[in-house]
């Protein structure tokens, strides 16, 4: 049994478009805090969202990060930022796990990929 490229596990396999993608670009402060285990528990939260369709994440050792979450439509996100214990999360990031972000929503209409 051959073992799985590692590579191709960031990848979050997606329906043909269109779909909307929530960019979530951050710097980190210094420090956890708790933010690995927030990080995590938010992750599987989302994924058991209505209209989640999946998520790549990458930080670099700077602090930087983009994590790109898939959803099936505008409500689907509009409903996960309602989400009590995501609101909790997006205080406590304000609070002290960024020193910046961005937010930004785009809407999918083609991919292209090598596999």
Not at 1 to 6: G, V
Not at 10 to 38: C, N
């Amino acid at each position: 049994m051959s073992q799985p490229d590692a590579s191709r596990e960031h990848f979050a396999t997606l329906p043909e478009p269109p779909y909307y993608a929530v960019i979530f670009s951050s710097q980190r402060t210094a420090g956890d805090e708790g933010y690995e285990a927030m990080a995590e528990r938010m992750l599987s939260l989302a994924s058991q969202q209505a209209g989640f369709l999946g998520a790549e994440s990458v930080r670099g050792t700077d602090g930087f990060g983009i994590t790109v979450s898939y959803w099936h439509d505008e409500a689907s996100i509009a409903h996960w930022r309602a989400v009590a214990e995501h609101q909790e999360a997006q205080r406590l990031g304000h609070q002290r796990w960024y020193e910046r972000f961005e937010i930004r929503v785009a809407r999918v209409e083609r991919t292209r990929s090598k596999r």
